[in-house]
Antibody
Framework: EVQLVESGGGLVQPGRSMKLSCAAS????????MAWVRQAPTKGLEWVAT????????YYRDSVKGRFTISRDNAKSTLHLQMNSLRSEDTATYYC????????WGQGVMVTVSS | DIQLTQSPSSMSASLGDRVSLTCQSS??????LSWYQHKPGKPPKPMIY???NLADGVPSRFSGSRSGSDYSLTISSLESEDTAIYYC?????????FGSGTKLEIK
């Protein structure tokens, strides 16, 4: 059974950093691109970033370029999202997903950016 | 960036009705479109991949179709459990983009 379990969320002040992690199991992690998707309160779904199987290629939405870094550790079957210079508009539930297309989703982790 | 326009933004229908939700792409994406059902407090549930392929465990009353740059998710006979927000996603090119969603309610 495929499982994606996020961790690392919580409350953080604007301008600070936070790192999300996603532990994957039930499939050969190194064989699949992975992605983060978020949903701000009362808003729709928003793709954030994708990383290739080796980690050599990464893609970001414009609003997080230069601030967020997606990475992966294939030996540990773990996906990460390093978020720097956080803004209030980054407040959202962040989902770890296996993509594309997105067949599997984690349960999500809440990130609140507020002073 | 590719824009996906979903219509209607919300709708209500009766149990047993045939319902179609539409997602229009601003440029060609081939069949690289999927549909998701999202209920409060849960992660989105995959419904359709590659425009027409039913995801595992999805009831056969759901189907996906394509006509040019217009994509549809159809429910042949609406059931109460189908109440949700439905999103389309294109994964033909980066940045991937979601539509703004269609909120489906039961009358």
């Amino acid at each position: 059974e495929v499982q994606l379990v996020e961790s690392g969320g919580g409350l953080v002040q604007p301008g600070r950093s936070m790192k999300l992690s996603c532990a994957a199991s039930g499939f050969t992690f190194s064989s699949f691109p992975m992605a983060w998707v978020r949903q701000a309160p009362t808003k729709g779904l928003e793709w954030v970033a994708t990383i290739s199987t080796s980690g050599g290629n990464t893609y970001y939405r414009d609003s997080v370029k230069g601030r967020f870094t997606i990475s992966r550790d294939n030996a540990k079957s773990t996906l990460h999202l390093q978020m720097n210079s956080l803004r209030s508009e980054d407040t959202a539930t962040y989902y770890c997903t296996r993509a594309p297309p997105i067949r599997y989703w984690g349960q999500g982790v809440m990130v609140t950016v507020s002073s | 960036d590719i824009q996906l326009t979903q219509s209607p933004s919300s709708m209500s229908a009766s149990l047993g009705d045939r319902v179609s939700l539409t997602c229009q792409s601003s440029q060609g994406i081939g069949n690289y479109l999927s549909w998701y059902q999202h209920k409060p407090g849960k992660p989105p549930k995959p419904m359709i991949y590659y425009a027409t392929n039913l995801a595992d465990g999805v009831p056969s009353r759901f189907s996906g179709s394509r006509s040019g740059s217009d994509y549809s998710l159809t429910i042949s006979s609406l059931e109460s459990e189908d109440t949700a927000i439905y999103y389309c996603l294109q994964y033909d090119e980066y940045p991937s983009t979601f539509g703004s969603g269609t909120k489906l309610e039961i009358k």
